[in-house]
């Protein structure tokens, strides 16, 4: 033992394979976050459309290792004494804090969307709005962007009495490769979605979404625009960017304060070659369990990463694997029919395996 007490706060794809990872080393580990099970939020539109996403405790992720699971949120950090409080009026001190709140959907400033639109933190709740419907009628969903594709393809599929309208402000699957965007397209397309490109959304009101380009009338609105990083870094006064992402060294560790690292989607992590790395599971996993490797003395290097695919769900039937360079940048081939659809399935479920 070294006496070190690491915190780590959020349970997400990179705060919980930190956690499971550093508490196979000597030091002692509290993981605060709310829930008892991974949340898995890769499968959030798959709940909205009332699927069954296995989702393991997080005890039995951490099983045999050195981790306290404190069941609270986190709701302050006190970064000169080194101290997170917790909701549940507890203060938590840390020698080194992991840092790992992940996002959330950012309703970007739109008068009326955080008070009438669905979000896919609401996932539960707007499965029993849509299934529980006598007279089903339009949903619309906001945004062209992957999680607006998937929501709008796994609703299509599991409402069919339902009209599924995908509005977004540019292109749908814009950043694809062409043939990815054309398949996108296609399955939209067969599923009965109607797609309403270049048409910013201006308002959402209880009737719908307002459009300079015109109004698209709707019963439900699900906002998919965009995600913003957890406030809690930069009110605490962590070192942030525009976005409000923490700033971090090529070590993850925060650029204002050495005695914190940030990894997931609240870290602006910059990659020379890549750029800023996006929001995405595919990077959070890989930088919580580097960043174990770190704090456990396995390694000493800077944090590393090439990309490989993006994958898309198109509903249950369907499914995008976009190949891309290893800087994100897209290459011409995709997989698709039942090879993207074992493929894409195959990563979503070995997730929660991978924790460890
Ligand atoms: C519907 C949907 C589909 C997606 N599909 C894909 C995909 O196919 N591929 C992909 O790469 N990405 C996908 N994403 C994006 C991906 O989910 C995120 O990039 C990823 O979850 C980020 O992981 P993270 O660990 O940084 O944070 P998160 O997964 O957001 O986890 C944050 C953690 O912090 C906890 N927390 C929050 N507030 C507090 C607090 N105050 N105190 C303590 N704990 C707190 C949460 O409970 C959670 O445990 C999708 C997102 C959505 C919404």
Redesign the pocket.
């Known amino acids: 033992m070294t006496g070190k007490h690491i915190v780590v706060?959020?349970?997400?794809?990179?705060?919980?394979s930190a956690a499971a990872g550093i508490g196979r080393g000597p030091d002692r580990v509290t993981l605060?976050?709310?829930?008892q099970r991974f949340?898995h939020?890769?499968?959030?539109?798959e709940i909205a459309a009332g699927r069954t996403v296995a989702r393991p405790e997080i005890a039995r992720v951490l099983r045999g290792r050195r981790v306290a699971h404190r069941a609270?949120?986190?709701?302050g950090i006190d970064l000169d004494a080194r101290e997170v409080r917790t909701?549940d009026g507890g203060r938590l001190a840390y020698d080194t804090l992991v840092y790992?709140?992940?996002?959330?959907?950012a309703w970007g400033g739109v008068p009326g969307a955080a008070e009438h639109a669905y979000s896919?933190?609401r996932?539960e709740e707007l499965r029993r709005r849509l299934a529980g419907a006598p007279a089903p009628g339009t949903v619309a969903v906001v945004g062209g962007g992957?999680?607006g594709i998937?929501?709008a393809t796994e609703l299509a599929e599991a409402y069919p009495a339902w009209q599924v309208r995908l509005v977004a402000a540019g292109r749908v699957g814009g950043w694809l490769s062409a043939r990815g965007r054309a398949h996108v397209l296609a399955v939209l397309g067969r599923l009965g979605v109607r797609v309403d490109e270049e048409h910013r959304v201006t308002a959402v009101t209880a009737d719908g979404l307002t459009c300079p380009d015109g109004d698209v009338p709707a019963q439900v609105v699900v906002w998919?625009a965009s995600?913003e990083p957890?406030p809690?870094a930069a009110e605490s006064g962590l070192a942030v960017n525009a976005r409000g992402r923490a700033l971090v060294d090529d070590h993850l560790r925060s650029l204002s304060h050495p005695d914190v690292y940030v990894?997931?989607?609240?870290a602006a992590v910059d990659l020379p070659g890549t750029g800023e790395l996006r929001?995405?599971?595919?990077?959070?996993?890989p930088q919580?369990r580097y960043l174990a490797k770190l704090l456990t003395g396995r390694t000493g290097k800077p944090f590393s990463f090439r990309y490989v695919t993006?994958?898309?769900?198109l509903g249950r039937g369907e499914a995008l694997v976009q190949l891309i360079h290893g800087d994100d940048s897209m290459r011409p081939r995709v997989l698709t029919g039942p090879a993207g659809r074992l493929v894409k399935a195959g990563i979503?479920k070995g997730l929660p395996l991978s924790l460890r």
Do not use: F, K, N
């Open positions: 706060i959020g349970a997400g794809y990179a705060g919980l605060v976050a709310p829930e949340a939020r890769v499968r959030q539109h609270t949120l986190a709701v909701e790992a709140l992940g996002s959330r959907t896919a933190e996932a992957p999680t998937e929501l998919a995600l957890h809690l990894i997931g989607d609240a929001m995405a599971c595919a990077t959070a996993m919580g993006q994958c898309l769900s979503v």
